[in-house]
């Protein structure tokens, strides 16, 4: 073999070995090592990040006061509410700061009887007063499911919060209680016995992050303080929505078919068009970063105003026929959370609907605009 063949190989090598290399290099670059990055109890549950800290994992300084949470022996999250007791936390959302809990042992109507959120940073968003009942076994055929895990043999738990089944029930049964519960907002239907075991919408005020959240920073403690907060800015990537993440997708595909191309070239030892191929990869990521395009949607404050709606266990949906989202065309699973445009009613994934309409002003399906002003 000749020497200027054997030189040839060693530049292929390392050519090959950057090619390889490179990609695990920029993701290695972008990964944070905060020690206060969001954790979970387990896979599914809800990312906890400031001000949330979960007890064992984060550092004091990684929370706020008051959002302390910590993972029960089924890996559920858990807050405790210092008046209250336990409750598990389904989903958080840092940016309209809300969250919803639900009771960890299934029965919430218990809870609700003694639910006191004073002393907690958290309020209820909407409230509706229902009215419990204790029946005799006898009045088994009313129109309301029963509460299951507060009735006995000998009798039946029934709520309400329709005025006429409450004026029936006073009638027959003896009155428990009325209490305000902190409803989801029900846009869609009125709400039932039944769905008083459907997660507690709560959200805090204070600390205020949900500006810093959604321009894509994150929330901390100021270093000498305890209460006061400033907002740092992470890469963008990390909080882009998942409507931009598959476009990002898609974009980052045209740059992975040069790449190969690269690699192919590479191989063939057809160097020279090195330097030209990675120029175009680089051209073209700076093409698809989400600071290039200029968009004309809704503000934040206007996408929050339309009515959210966390599905339940039982993914009862608002219009039954409709159980796949026509933007990222994935079925709604529970837990999810929709959103809905009140001119059209149509629904959506929130984080879909949210994203598109802060690049359109106008629904994906009707192309109505829903804002009239
Ligand atoms: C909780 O999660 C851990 C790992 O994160 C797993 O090993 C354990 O089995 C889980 N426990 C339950 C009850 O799911
Ligand atoms: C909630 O708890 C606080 C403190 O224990 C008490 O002062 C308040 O009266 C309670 N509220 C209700 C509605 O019971
Ligand atoms: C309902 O009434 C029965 C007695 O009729 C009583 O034993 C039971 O504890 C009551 N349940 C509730 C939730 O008040
Ligand atoms: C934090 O407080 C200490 C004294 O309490 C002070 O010496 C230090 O400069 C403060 N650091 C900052 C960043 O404010
Ligand atoms: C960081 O966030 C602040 C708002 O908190 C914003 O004014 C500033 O432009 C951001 N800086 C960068 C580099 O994104």
Request: hydrophobic share 35%; net charge positive.
């Amino acid at each position: 073999m000749s020497k200027n063949s054997k030189s040839m190989d060693s530049y292929k090598i390392v050519c090959c070995l950057f090619f390889f290399f490179f990609p695990q290099f920029l993701i290695t670059v972008s990964g944070s090592t905060e020690i206060c990055s969001s954790s979970a109890c387990s896979w599914g549950e809800a990312k906890v990040r400031f001000p949330f800290r979960l007890k064992n994992r984060h550092l004091r300084q990684c929370g706020y006061p008051g959002f302390d949470l910590f993972c029960d022996s089924l890996n559920q999250t858990v807050l405790e509410l210092p008046n209250s007791g336990k409750f598990s936390i389904h989903a958080i959302d840092y940016e309209t700061q809300n969250i919803w809990i639900n009771d960890p042992e299934y029965c919430l109507p218990k809870r609700l009887l003694t639910l006191n959120l004073s002393g907690s940073p958290f309020t209820g968003v909407f409230y509706q007063d229902f009215t419990l009942f204790n029946c005799t076994s006898d009045y088994k055929r009313y129109q309301l499911d029963p509460i299951a895990c507060l009735s006995g043999e000998k009798y039946t738990v029934f709520a309400s919060s329709d005025e006429r089944a409450i004026s029936f029930l006073a009638s027959k049964c003896n009155l428990i209680a009325t209490v305000a519960v902190p409803v989801q907002w029900t846009f869609f239907e009125p709400v039932m016995s039944s769905d008083l075991g459907s997660d507690l919408l709560l959200r805090w005020a204070a600390p205020l992050c949900g500006r810093c959240e959604s321009r894509g920073g994150r929330c901390r403690l100021k270093s000498n303080s305890s209460t006061e907060i400033e907002c740092s800015n992470v890469s963008r990537r990390h909080g882009l929505p998942r409507g931009a993440r598959y476009a990002m997708t898609v974009g980052a595909g045209v740059p992975a078919i040069l790449f190969l191309v690269g690699l192919l070239c590479c191989v063939c030892g057809r160097v020279k068009r090195y330097g030209m191929q990675r120029r175009s990869v680089v051209e073209f990521t700076s093409m698809v970063t989400p600071h290039a395009t200029t968009i004309s949607g809704l503000d934040n404050s206007t996408i929050e105003s339309y009515p959210k709606t966390v599905l339940g266990e039982s993914r009862r949906l608002p219009k039954p026929d409709d159980s796949i989202c026509s933007i990222c065309l994935s079925e709604y699973r529970p837990k999810e959370t929709l959103r809905s445009i009140p001119e059209c009613q149509h629904c959506f994934h929130a984080e879909c609907i949210d994203e598109w309409l802060r690049m359109n002003a106008s629904c994906p399906i009707c192309r109505n605009s829903p804002n009239s002003s």
